[in-house]
């Protein structure tokens, strides 16, 4: 058998500069994780507030949550990638000397845009049908240029195939949709 022997970069060897910018890079990684986290609990409220606004058949409010719902899709897959940068420059640290302002400015830049209103836990606001506060969301989504057309669309075919009350029973049942022949089946 052989010894082998590895250098490890001990925090004694790093200057300070290097060290704090180590443990900036890993509490920068702890907060994009819990970001992450909160973000994914807000699309599933979303998810369930067009679940709730297609049963009382509201779909304005209803397409404001699929806008909702893309944005924080696009936010999470960046918040990811940034991660994965996060990570690379903690595990090559010696690689990522050089392009430390760069990264911190993409940081700083990813914290200023989780900021944003779209970003908020307001989906029972939304729900109450508050008409400032919808027009204020829907001048949000039109200045980050967001597709409402297949957000539309997409809430138009959740509502063609939607959960319709069974006036005998009380209960949901399920509509099938037949897209050979596009008829709503009861």
Same mark, same amino acid.
């Given at each position: 058998?052989?010894?082998? /022997?590895?250098?490890?970069?001990?925090?004694?060897?790093?200057?300070?500069?290097e060290?704090?910018?180590n443990t /900036?890079?890993?509490?920068?990684?702890?907060?994009?994780? /819990?970001q992450? =986290?909160?973000?994914?609990?807000?699309?599933?409220?979303?998810?369930?507030?067009?679940?709730? &606004? !297609?049963?009382?058949?509201?779909?304005?409010?209803?397409?404001?949550?699929?806008?909702?719902?893309?944005? !924080?899709?696009?936010?999470?897959?960046?918040?990811?990638?940034? !991660?994965?940068?996060?990570?690379?420059?903690?595990e %090559?640290? &010696?690689?990522?000397?050089?392009?430390?302002?760069?990264?911190?400015?993409? =940081?700083?830049?990813?914290?200023?845009?989780?900021?944003?209103?779209?970003?908020?836990?307001?989906v029972?606001?939304?729900?109450?049908?508050?008409?400032d506060?919808?027009? %204020?969301?829907?001048?949000? !989504?039109?200045?980050?240029?967001?597709?409402?057309?297949?957000?539309?669309?997409?809430?138009?075919?959740?509502?063609?195939? /939607?959960?319709?009350?069974?006036?005998?029973?009380?209960?949901?049942?399920?509509?099938?949709? &037949? #897209?050979?022949? #596009?008829n709503?089946?009861?």
């Amino acid at each position: 058998m052989g010894c082998i /022997s590895v250098r490890k970069i001990k925090s004694t060897m790093l200057t300070r500069s290097e060290t704090l910018f180590n443990t /900036s890079l890993s509490q920068t990684r702890g907060n994009f994780l /819990s970001q992450i =986290i909160n973000l994914h609990s807000l699309r599933l409220k979303c998810n369930k507030g067009i679940e709730n &606004s !297609i049963r009382k058949k509201n779909r304005q409010v209803a397409v404001l949550l699929k806008l909702k719902q893309i944005y !924080i899709d696009s936010k999470l897959h960046e918040l990811r990638e940034m !991660i994965s940068q996060v990570d690379f420059c903690i595990e %090559n640290f &010696s690689e990522c000397q050089r392009s430390k302002k760069t990264i911190m400015k993409l =940081i700083n830049e990813e914290n200023q845009e989780l900021e944003h209103d779209l970003l908020k836990d307001d989906v029972n606001l939304l729900l109450t049908n508050s008409k400032d506060y919808i027009e %204020n969301i829907k001048k949000d !989504i039109r200045k980050l240029h967001l597709n409402e057309k297949s957000a539309e669309i997409e809430v138009e075919h959740l509502l063609q195939v /939607s959960f319709v009350e069974n006036d005998s029973e009380g209960k949901f049942k399920r509509r099938k949709y &037949s #897209r050979v022949e #596009r008829n709503i089946i009861c």
